[in-house]
């Protein structure tokens, strides 16, 4: 068999929500947008609602009715694209609750579906979704009219603690809000880590459930095991891959695993990526290849039938350095062509 191997520890993602949540007073959220984060809404949401969590965040309406298919009545699941032209039907049905970004929106909804829940996104300076001080001040009294069930904005700055980005967003957001009835939330996985100022009533980690930076004592989530399809000598001059981008200066041996960039392995990654073969590292040599890559095997005794590309070896935030990205664009980029193993279900 020579398909890969992406094992997703939803104990891990359980013990990594219940450890956000020990930092924080009030309630403690699940974002899991873009499936859950690549990895599998339908099997981690229900995971999530296990270990508590009782209420879940996705960014698009349709996202929201698959996962209340997955996790049935009960949880609230709010939609953070608020309600869009078209959604009226999907958010009754699926008893969504849209976080209303603008005038456009609140009027949208009052008029669709008339008492049906909703909460309100305000911007606070990151100037991408949300109702600015203006708007809502001109809105304010007549939406917490009808009592929305949260408030909330969102943190451009939180994963640098140091950032006066963050407390410029805090002022701002209590300025906006200081004194309301409703549920207020500012925190995702950065802000949870900011301190008790910026958590309110609600926080919602995304990332750090799933093991990922900012949330430095997060249990890794997921482990990518790559089978080797073949191994070959190499004479100094000889090349491998396309554009001949790498050459042999001495005899090698490289192995030809299989995986690529049609999985998710940056192509970009290829120069300072490793995998790892049980306790040794081996370099990527080459050019990542759209179902394959090379790598060099040279240090191992014995080549094992599967290389670590993810695991306890080489972290997400690893991965992400060697393609100069974050760990969310790897989870989000690993692709549909693994078997995908879920523990602790
Ligand atoms: C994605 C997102 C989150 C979760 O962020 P993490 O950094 O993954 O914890 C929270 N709130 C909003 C508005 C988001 O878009």
């Known amino acids: 068999?020579?398909?890969?191997q992406l094992t997703i520890d939803l104990d891990a993602i359980r013990g990594n929500w219940r450890a956000l949540a020990a930092m924080n007073a009030g309630e403690t959220g699940a974002?899991?947008?873009?499936?859950a984060y690549g990895l599998g809404a339908s099997r981690v949401a229900p995971a999530l609602a296990d270990a508590g969590a009782r209420t879940f965040f996705v960014a698009q309406a349709e996202e929201g009715a698959s996962l209340r298919h997955a996790l049935g009545p009960g949880p609230r699941i709010c939609v953070y694209g608020g309600h869009m032209e078209g959604d009226a039907a999907l958010l009754?049905?699926?008893?969504?609750?849209?976080?209303?970004?603008?005038?456009?929106?609140?009027l949208r909804h009052v008029e669709a579906l008339p008492g049906h829940a909703f909460g309100i996104q305000l911007d606070s300076g990151m100037n991408r979704l949300g109702m600015e001080p203006a708007e809502w001040a001109a809105l304010r009294d007549i939406a917490l009219r009808q009592r929305p069930v949260l408030v909330m904005s969102h943190l451009a700055c939180a994963d640098e603690p140091g950032h006066g980005m963050n407390e410029f967003q805090l002022?701002?957001?209590?300025?906006?809000?200081?004194?309301?009835d409703a549920p207020r939330s500012l925190a995702a996985t950065g802000g949870t880590l900011l301190g008790a100022e910026y958590h309110f009533e609600m926080t919602r980690p995304g990332i750090g459930l799933y093991?990922?930076?900012?949330?430095?004592d997060a249990a890794p989530v997921a482990a990518l095991t790559v089978p080797v399809i073949q191994v070959r000598d190499v004479d100094p001059g000889e090349s491998v891959g396309y554009g001949n981008a790498w050459v042999a200066r001495v005899p090698s041996r490289i192995a030809t695993i299989s995986a690529g960039y049609a999985d998710g392995i940056i192509r970009a990654m290829g120069p300072k990526a490793n995998v790892w073969a049980n306790e040794t590292r081996c370099r990527i040599v080459g050019r990542i290849s759209m179902d394959l890559i090379g790598i060099d095997v040279g240090a191992l005794r014995e080549v094992p039938d599967r290389v670590e590309?993810?695991?306890?070896?080489?972290?997400?935030?690893?991965?992400?350095?060697?393609?100069g990205t974050i760990g969310y664009e790897i989870l989000t980029a690993l692709g549909a062509r693994y078997r995908r193993h879920y523990i602790g279900g």
């Open 309 to 323: 590309l993810l695991g306890p070896h080489q972290s997400i935030d690893a991965l992400a350095d060697a393609a």
């Open 211 to 216: 093991g990922g930076l900012p949330f430095v």
């Open 171 to 180: 002022r701002t957001f209590r300025q906006m809000t200081d004194g309301i």
């Open 92 to 106: 009754r049905d699926a008893d969504l609750v849209p976080m209303l970004n603008s005038i456009d929106q609140m």
């Open 31 to 35: 974002v899991v947008k873009a499936d």
């Open 1 to 4: 068999m020579a398909q890969a």
